[in-house]
């Protein structure tokens, strides 16, 4: 068990191990930390090893969600306070999230901690307050659950097509009585947290034979972030550090000049095809 449990930390420190700069970040960092609210979801472009390991298998630039619960003085109850001040002893004025991160399990983490980080904000529309209070509540009951690496690993099987793997081999994702209580990942959290005020995020939809809708709730543990993104119920809020609203304000931003063009930061070409090992540039992404 000794060997097992030293192997596992090694594996967690390197998979968490930064596999990428940015650069300037492509986010105005201080106006989203100003605009987010309780029940927003957080979207990070990760730049460790697991994030490109999980931006292989769900095709997309979200590597990682969080649920923002606010400040402590924005938590009504009492006792729901207690318990996050129980989690968290730093500023009491910080923006919070509750997150399950690869090595810590599901934690407290300030805003702050995403400073440099690409960031999309998806706010659930026209969520009442009190099932607001109730999403807050229903993620503290996650404080201490471990982060599920084989859910990981099982959503991973279940993107590769039917012919290469068989459905037995995914069919953990399926098996809703094997769902371990004691651990979880970061989308499915979100979902379920979600699902328990019957917030819609990627619901089932079926007409019947009377013309009548009816709404099924999706299995949780088949979410990922990029699912909050596309989901008609949430409103998509970016914060581009380098912002307009007027009409033809674009046109007035800082452009290069010289016919510099970038495949990526750090990745830039003058006109003649010299490249540039290091750019100060900002490249939008969406």
Not at 92 to 100: A, H
Not at 144 to 158: P, S
Not at 170 to 188: E, G, I, N, W
Request: glycine letters at 6%; aromatic letters at 10%.
């Amino acid at each position: 068990m000794a060997l097992k449990a030293w192997l596992v930390d090694k594996l967690v420190k390197w998979l968490n191990a930064e596999d990428g700069h940015w650069g300037i970040p492509p986010c105005d960092f201080e106006r989203l930390s100003v605009e987010i609210k309780p029940c927003d979801v957080l979207l990070v472009e990760g730049r460790n090893r697991i994030s490109r390991f999980i931006k292989t298998i769900t095709l997309s630039s979200w590597t990682h969600s969080a649920l923002c619960i606010g400040r402590l003085e924005d938590i009504e109850d009492a006792e729901l306070r207690a318990e996050i001040q129980r989690h968290y002893g730093g500023d009491p004025s910080e923006q919070l999230l509750i997150e399950p991160l690869l090595g810590r399990g599901t934690v407290i983490s300030p805003l702050s901690s995403y400073k440099n980080e690409h960031l999309r904000i998806c706010r659930p529309k026209a969520l009442s307050h009190q099932d607001g209070q109730q999403v807050i509540a229903e993620a503290a009951k996650y404080f201490g659950r471990e982060y599920d690496i084989r859910q990981l690993v099982d959503l991973a099987r279940f993107v590769f097509p039917y012919g290469i793997l068989p459905r037995r081999w995914r069919s953990t994702l399926f098996d809703l009585k094997a769902d371990d209580q004691t651990k979880t990942v970061c989308s499915a959290m979100i979902a379920e947290v979600f699902a328990a005020v019957c917030y819609p995020i990627l619901p089932v939809i079926h007409r019947g034979g009377d013309g009548e809708l009816r709404m099924y709730k999706r299995n949780t543990r088949l979410y990922t972030q990029r699912d909050f993104d596309y989901s008609p119920y949430f409103k998509i809020i970016k914060y581009p550090v380098l912002d307009f609203d007027d009409i033809e304000l674009y046109r007035q931003l800082p452009w290069d000049k010289e016919g510099v063009v970038c495949h990526a930061q750090g990745e830039c070409y003058a006109a003649d095809g010299t490249r540039f090992e290091q750019q100060d540039v900002v490249v939008e992404k969406n």
